[in-house]
């Protein structure tokens, strides 16, 4: 996530999105089994842990039955 941050310039947005809900994809994670069996999306609260960690500021969240999105911002200096 650090290095994510780092290339958005001031005021630039980062989303992390799927156009499902978290529990579907990883449910569609375990049941490929392979590499994606241990691949998980995190909870809202964990990738928002992530982004203020980076020096992101989230401005927004769901996560419901077709749709997962944190949406966050880095702030001007």
Do not use: W
């Given at each position: 996530m650090g290095a994510l941050a780092a290339a958005?310039?001031?005021g630039g947005?980062?989303?992390v999105a799927r156009s499902q809900s978290r529990r579907a994809i990883n449910d569609l994670h375990r049941e490929?089994?392979?590499v994606l069996r241990e691949?998980?999306?995190p909870a809202v609260p964990?990738?928002?842990g992530m982004m203020e960690s980076a020096g992101l500021r989230v401005t927004g969240s769901v996560?419901?039955?077709g749709l997962f999105a944190v949406r966050a911002v880095r702030p001007s200096a």
């Open positions: 958005l310039k001031a947005r980062l989303v490929a089994g392979g691949d998980y999306l964990e990738i928002t996560d419901d039955d």
